[in-house]
Antibody, heavy 118, light 113 residues
Framework: QVQLVQSGAEVQKPGASVKVSCKTS????????IHWVRQAPGQGLEWLGT????????GHAQKIQDRLTMTRDTSTNTVYMELSSLRSEDTAVYYC???????????WGQGTLVIVSS | DIVMTQSPGSLAVSLGERATINCKSS????????????LGWFRQKPGQPPQLVIY???TRQSGVPARFSGSGSGTDFTLTIDSLQAEDVAVYYC?????????FGQGTKVEIK
């Protein structure tokens, strides 16, 4: 079955960077886009960006595009999200999600808590 | 960006009664070439990732109980939970995937009365 397993929680200082991994299994890695969505404590869901594992083409939310880097490793079927210049407002649970088609997010990782604190 | 507005923000329903959540989009989500509404509903329980419940506005995801149904077209959509069960307590989000960026409603918290 489709599985997305994310890396563990992180605590980072303001100004630092964080890299979160999303290891996929149970399907052909290059056939489905992976998206990143975050959720600040007690808040709603915010889309951050997407990557096509086949050719590494990306799309980003405008407000975060300068700080967000998404990459993929086809040898391990893993997608990575790196967020730089961290601020306290970046404290959130970060989810990866597999698109079924047309940005329909059908399968989700378990989430990775990122805390930004001095 | 398409703005998704849900109502109410929260609701309390007795066990076995019906819960109704509304979602309005700032522009039509109906794609004329395939006559599909690009609207999904997610359920999120505390400490868990969102779980897709309904897609294409009215198609139930595999494994989702038949008491969940979605309706609507264009800009106005509804998620209905018939005969609410204790395990349905969660926050429900609508999401449009008609265009980039995909956007979510602010969520509706469903509790037991």
């Amino acid at each position: 079955q489709v599985q997305l397993v994310q890396s563990g929680a992180e605590v980072q200082k303001p100004g630092a960077s964080v890299k979160v991994s999303c290891k996929t299994s149970g399907y052909t890695f290059t056939s489905h886009y992976i998206h990143w969505v975050r959720q600040a404590p007690g808040q709603g869901l915010e889309w951050l960006g997407t990557i096509n594992p086949s050719d590494a083409r990306k799309g980003h939310a405008q407000k975060i595009q300068d700080r967000l880097t998404m990459t993929r490793d086809t040898s391990t079927n893993t997608v990575y999200m790196e967020l730089s210049s961290l601020r306290s407002e970046d404290t959130a649970v970060y989810y990866c999600a597999r698109e079924e088609r047309d940005q329909l997010l059908m399968h989700w990782g378990q989430g990775t808590l990122v805390i930004v604190s001095s | 960006d398409i703005v998704m507005t849900q109502s109410p923000g929260s609701l309390a329903v007795s066990l076995g009664e019906r819960a109704t959540i509304n979602c309005k989009s700032s522009q039509s989500l109906l794609y004329s070439s395939n006559n599909k509404n690009y609207l999904g509903w997610f359920r999120q329980k505390p400490g868990q990732p969102p779980q897709l419940v309904i897609y294409w506005a009215s198609t139930r995801q595999s494994g989702v109980p038949a008491r969940f149904s979605g309706s609507g077209s264009g800009t106005d959509f509804t998620l209905t939970i018939d005969s609410l069960q204790a395990e349905d307590v969660a926050v429900y989000y609508c999401q449009q995937y008609y265009t980039t960026p995909p956007t979510f409603g602010q969520g509706t918290k469903v509790e037991i009365k």
